[in-house]
């Protein structure tokens, strides 16, 4: 698995299409209703999936959060329930990929959102956020995050999201307070369905749920059965429910990416 996660990065080095900014969550815990903290952070597949499929497809990819630390694992994320398919191979070639971009890339030195500036967002050919729970401590609320989405949304550059991570959408109204900039968008997040399963495991209930917050902001939500794949795409943006679509969406991101290169591309030899 090593020669394999060593592979997936060796591919970028021979045609780099261009740059994907992948923004993480600072936090290790979140808090529920009753002020109890649980450990969260990324997590590992939907991470890991869409990770290996931007390398592979010859994208480059450079990390960032709020504070500029080190991301942290959901530990609910590091089990091989997640990995039926290979029983739990697949986990150990992605926690084994995000150690060799924590030596080779920025993984494990993030830049900081608020350091990267408007100019230097142009460089990028898109921008994708992972989920767990994370996402919805610090990122809802971080006002760089929300410039940085706007750029993104302004020049029609492909975004994608995956599970809690959407809740990040919301931190544009700190830039542009209304309309919401993804109003009437077409998009899904883990379902309040999916999130009442952490709850009864918690024993605790959340302070607000991703699904609720994103549909009262203006969102056309379109959630799928629990624990069932399911991606949106609507104009740049696309959105992925849960672990079990981080494959299709590294798959829908790269098919957006690689068209708007070739829209580029076009235009310049037009």
């Known amino acids: 698995m090593a020669a394999a996660a060593a592979e ?28 109890k903290k649980h450990a969260t952070g990324f997590f590992l597949r939907e991470l890991g999936r869409p990770l290996i499929k931007l390398l592979e497809a010859g994208y480059d990819v450079e990390f960032a959060n709020p504070q500029g ?8 994320s590091d089990n091989k329930i997640w990995f039926p398919m290979s029983l739990g ?16 890339k920025n993984f494990k030195n993030p830049r900081r959102f608020a350091d990267i500036g408007d100019q230097e967002l142009v460089g990028y050919a898109g921008i994708f956020l992972p989920g767990g729970h994370a996402p919805m401590t610090d990122l809802w609320n971080d ?18 999201i995956i599970c809690h991570a959407p809740v990040a959408l919301l931190s544009t109204t700190l830039v542009q307070p209304k ?3 993804y109003e009437g968008y077409q998009m899904t997040c883990y379902s309040n369905a999916e999130e009442k399963m952490n709850e009864m495991l918690w024993r605790s209930s959340l302070q ?33 429910q849960g672990p079990t679509s ?13 068209q708007s290169l070739g829209a580029v591309q076009g235009l310049a030899g037009a």
């Open 8 to 35: 997936t990065l060796n591919t970028t080095a021979h045609h780099n299409k261009g740059k994907v900014l992948v923004g993480m969550s600072s936090a290790d815990y979140i808090r529920t209703s009753d002020n």
């Open 69 to 76: 630390n080190p991301p942290a694992l959901d530990p609910m």
């Open 89 to 104: 191979a697949e986990k150990e070639h992605e926690k084994q990929l995000l150690e060799r971009l924590g030596v080779e």
């Open 143 to 160: 006002k760089d995050l929300g410039r940085i989405l706007m750029h993104f949304h302004n020049r029609s550059k492909p975004t994608g």
């Open 179 to 181: 309309p919401w900039t």
């Open 208 to 240: 607000f749920k991703a699904e609720d917050a994103l549909r009262n902001s203006g969102a056309i939500m379109k959630e799928a059965l629990p624990m069932m794949p399911n991606v949106v795409e609507d104009r740049e943006l696309i959105t992925g």
């Open 246 to 258: 981080a494959d299709r969406l590294g798959d829908a991101l790269v098919k957006a990416l690689d």
